[in-house]
């Protein structure tokens, strides 16, 4: 039996309620395929800092670092907003990122057929809407130095730095253009080229990557553009490339098109085996112990690990059509309720799609 070690980082808030039904599933695809699934808990964010004085304990990123896979739930809590900006949960989550080299961050936005009245734009807009959004993940402005606040001409002065390095690009255009392959073939990279000159290099490199992806029709829009696009008719993308912080906005402004950001998963790659995956949502504090958030956006990037990780296609589409049936019946959590649906917790929705796996 093929055993799979996961670095089990909960996080804050709703975290350790998210990821446990997470773990519940994969425990379920265990079951069913003979697979063992090893979990290893470790601290992150706010939990973190409150038992070891920094987000990001060196145990933590030990254990990611020797794991085949993170599941990561959230990180962030508001009684931890006044902590310096170097000790904050979300420190926690840029550094791994770093750590783990995770440059690739894949972001799809599905709408199911079942949800898609949820969305507030109109079903004919967003019916049939499959996007891949690809973020780059560790570098652009969210790294890039000089950085600070500082006294300047007698006032305060702050100031970061959008870069990139054309050996940052290319990695990214790769992976991008290897997805699209896997996909309608279709790659759209999203820039501010008209003003920005890492940008223009963005857009130079990106295009001279295209040039060994023949198949894949290669197109280049602005971010300004692409935000209106997105809601203007976002069937026209398949496979979305982006920078660090234009991939931040437009990836959650593409959870709309589906309606709920509790349902969107995502995937961090690295250029090595270890990547890391985690519900695109934030920790949502206020609503912890009350088992009513959704899991399936974690449920989902669980799937994704199985898929981008371990190759273990069927078991992730095992997942998605578990889920699927799930929506199917009638089931919804509070944040995706509609009307005539039966309105179940967080725990029973991870027992449902469970049930799905095991009967399927
Ligand atoms: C995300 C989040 C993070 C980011 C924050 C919490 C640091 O918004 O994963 O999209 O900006 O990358
Ligand atoms: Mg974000």
Redesign the pocket.
């Known amino acids: 039996m093929t055993t799979y070690n996961i670095a089990l980082l909960a996080g804050d808030g709703t975290g350790k309620e998210v990821t446990d039904e997470a773990v519940k599933i994969l425990k379920a695809i265990g079951e069913k395929y003979s697979i063992d699934f090893n979990f290893e808990p470790a601290l992150i964010g706010g939990c973190a800092y409150d038992e070891f004085k920094t987000p990001l304990p060196d145990i933590t990123l030990d254990i990611a670092k020797k794991s085949d896979a993170v599941l990561l739930g959230a990180v962030?809590d508001w009684k931890y907003d006044k902590l310096p900006p170097e000790v904050r949960p979300?420190r926690a989550?840029?550094g791994i990122r770093k750590e783990l080299n995770l440059f690739a961050n894949l972001r799809p936005a599905i709408v199911y057929p079942e949800l898609t009245s949820l969305s507030p734009l109109k079903s004919n807009i967003v019916s049939g809407t499959n996007i891949m959004i690809i973020r780059e993940l560790t570098g652009d402005v969210?790294f890039g130095t000089p950085k600070g606040i500082e006294i300047k001409n007698n006032e305060k002065f702050g100031f970061n730095n959008m870069c990139y390095f054309e050996s940052e690009i290319k990695r990214i255009a790769h992976t991008a253009f290897k997805v699209a392959m896997q996909r309608n073939k279709k790659l759209c990279s999203v820039d501010k080229a008209n003003v920005l000159d890492v940008s223009r290099l963005w857009r130079e490199t990106v295009t001279l990557v295209s040039k060994e992806y023949p198949q894949v029709e290669l197109s280049h829009m602005y971010v300004d553009n692409a935000a209106m696009q997105i809601i203007r008719n976002p069937k026209q993308f398949d496979v979305i490339l982006t920078g660090n912080i234009f991939g931040?906005i437009l990836?959650?402004e593409a959870s709309m098109l589906s309606g709920s950001l509790g349902l969107l998963p995502s995937a961090s790659l690295s250029d090595k085996k270890l990547a890391m995956y985690e519900p695109?949502h934030?920790s949502a504090p206020d609503l912890k112990g009350l088992d009513i958030v959704n899991p399936i956006a974690t449920i989902l990037s669980a799937a994704m690990m199985l898929k981008y990780s371990f190759s273990l296609d069927k078991q992730y589409e095992t997942i998605v059509h578990a889920v699927r049936k799930t929506l199917k019946d009638g089931y919804r959590t509070q944040d995706i309720k509609q009307d005539g649906m039966q309105i179940i917790g967080c725990k029973k929705m991870g027992d449902i799609i469970k049930d799905n796996i095991l009967k399927d």
């Open positions: 962030g979300e989550l840029l969210y931040d990836s959650d695109i934030g």
